[in-house]
DNA sequence: CGTTCAATTGAGTCTGTTCAACAGCGGTGG
DNA sequence: CCACCGCTGTTGAACAGACTCAATTGAACG
């Protein structure tokens, strides 16, 4: 329950903690709202993201179970957020989680940590949405998700989608028809199968991931 | 000198502290280096970029004076680091930074903050990067480098850019030919100014500011 | 004043987009 | 039970923005 907060205060973390449930499509919390909450996924996916003017969307980020959302927010977010799926969430107030932090410096090392992760990963989109090919960007995306599901214990090399295609194209920089058209493209050329539209097999790891070129 | 570390222990940080130069295109480390030093740079413009197999190069950031750099390193680094010009960078050895840092938790806290600062400034690039317009990126690049100036005291609306049309294209997901068209439109529609190459002026920021979009 | 490298400009091409039609699937109600 | 509807995803054809390749201009430096 609320996974990931390494060791003990569980019960501190109780006295604090409220669970709140989402619905698909549903919104966690937009882009500039005041950011007195912190949230862990226990279950379900979401999706971070932010929007121009004329509503060209660009996902940042999907957010999978055991997650963190909302820690970088100084005080607004810096990003909106929507349930994928039915997602349960564990929010917290900052303030309170603060008072806890503070009796706990290595937990503030390891939120550092995270948050470095997070800049690395950050880092790898940059390079797939300013010079890969459509694609590269979709043969990444693909393997990023294996090894995702793989951490979560999925031995063979098949896994399934959380997210539309239209979430995959606003993540990637691409249209929904420029993702379905790789989709299908990867299939023809074999290095991938796909079962249904939203699970994805790969028959030949290596080989996908030569595609993803860097 | 290695400005920025807010207060005091000055004294405990120069016993620590080598300096170290780097002329212009010279490499301070290589994505995948292990990652011993930290640096904090309090002369000159330093680029950070990753890079795919057959040369093609993402520049995720450009570092100014006051700047740090490696800090997010876990055990190696995850992207390069060159200097732009000619520069000068106060080095640590993480190691022993760690020990100063145990005994001051304020800095730590203000470490994260700045990780959280670079990890909006991703975000907001990955933006630019995935759903904006050569002219939009333009724009939106240019006002982030008045931004900068006008932090650093420039009270007009003009600057001296430090990187070339090369570093600029590979900043934005785009090639030097478009950067330069882009600019040359810009300039025809008197969004900006180009005194020289390396000088733009801002006749109307919140015109220019329109441009950008989001 | 010539060399060299960066930046600009031009012409043609191509990758990915746009616009549009169609297929698949689940849900709903007659 | 199945016709109908709405939504997601796929496929096709034409278009456009940015790229590639090539030539020219400009600026810095010896």
Redesign the interface.
């Known amino acids: 329950m609320c996974s990931a907060i390494d060791t003990g205060r569980i019960d501190a973390l109780d006295r604090i903690v409220t669970h709140v449930q989402f619905r698909p499509g549903q919104t966690v919390f937009d882009e500039g709202d005041l950011a007195p909450y912190v949230y862990n996924i226990s279950r379900g996916h979401v999706r971070l993201f932010?929007?121009?003017?004329?509503g060209?969307?660009?996902i940042?980020g999907f957010l999978n179970p055991g997650d963190f959302l909302g820690l970088?927010?100084?005080k607004t977010y810096?990003?909106s957020a929507e349930a994928i799926s039915d997602a349960d969430l564990c929010r917290f107030k900052v303030t309170e989680l603060e008072e806890l932090l503070t009796e706990m410096?290595p937990v503030?090392?390891r939120?550092?940590?995270m948050?470095?992760?997070?800049?690395?990963a950050?880092?790898?989109?940059?390079?797939c949405?300013?010079?890969?090919t459509a694609k590269e960007r979709v043969a990444s995306f693909l393997i990023g998700q294996l090894r995702h599901a793989a951490d979560c214990g999925a031995g063979d090399a098949a896994f399934d989608l959380a997210m539309s295609r239209s979430d995959i194209a606003?993540y990637?920089?691409l249209t929904i028809e420029t993702v379905s058209r790789t989709f299908t493209a990867l299939r023809e050329e074999g290095l991938i199968g796909l079962p249904t539209t939203h699970r994805v097999s790969i028959p030949d790891v290596a080989a996908l991931e030569f595609a993803t070129?860097?």
């Open positions: 932010k929007l121009l003017q004329d060209r969307r660009q940042t970088a927010a100084r810096a990003y410096p503030r090392e939120l550092y940590e948050a470095n992760d997070e800049l690395a950050a880092q790898e989109q940059m390079l949405l300013g010079r890969k606003d990637l920089g070129e860097g």
